[in-house]
């Protein structure tokens, strides 16, 4: 178990994003690395679906920052991962491999953290995001050049179900302090129901 210095359990803040960063510019890829970079220097854990494009990014920033990497695969194992899937290893210190396939994948990965952090992305970056707005989990949306976080705030506007905890932000460092802040809030809250 990842520990803080109080003895509570590290904050893990999952990276959404598109595999296929092919339609974005290369400006975008410094973007991914950036918010990987500000999860590890503001002390969190990296989770992503331990997949190419802008969560590789990511992980490779956390890297940079000597941070920790954890990657949930849709293989079942490690052969499947890099032969079947053709995913890299790369950048993470631990992968699990669920055997579960993406949309299985998406949620143990977004169940398994704290708070998700949406990127540029298409349909399985959405599939992530309505997840965790379902599961009512705190969620940083990077605006940018792109059109996600529009595509959001529509699915948002007709969802017809209240999630108070969303952040629109294009600053990573801010986007990744805001939603740390209320991630603390909400095991701060939690922890009172036991005490």
Not at 43 to 70: Q, R
Not at 103 to 123: F, K, N
Request: contains cysteine; glycine residues 10%; charged residues 30%.
């Amino acid at each position: 178990m990842i520990k803080d210095k109080h003895g509570t359990n590290k904050i893990k803040l999952c990276v959404s994003g598109s595999a296929d960063m092919g339609f974005l510019p290369p400006e975008d890829y410094e973007k991914a690395k950036e918010l990987g970079r500000e999860v590890a220097r503001q002390g969190a854990v990296l989770v992503t679906g331990a997949t190419t494009g802008f969560p590789l990014w990511a992980a490779m920033g956390a890297k940079e920052e000597y941070g920790v990497s954890i990657g949930f695969s849709p293989a079942y194992s490690e052969k499947e991962h890099m032969e079947g899937y053709r995913l890299p290893v790369d950048y993470m210190d631990i992968i699990v491999y669920t055997g579960f396939g993406y949309t299985g994948r998406d949620l143990l990965l977004t169940r398994s953290s704290d708070a998700v952090l949406i990127g540029p992305g298409r349909i399985g970056t959405i599939h992530e995001f309505t997840v965790a707005y379902e599961d009512g989990k705190p969620i940083g949306i990077l605006k940018g050049d792109w059109d996600t976080d529009e595509v959001i705030e529509t699915i948002i506007a007709k969802s017809h179900k209240v999630n108070d905890k969303i952040i629109f932000h294009e600053n990573p460092k801010e986007l990744v302090r805001m939603v740390m802040e209320m991630v603390r809030n909400d095991k701060t809250d939690r922890r009172k129901l036991y005490f």
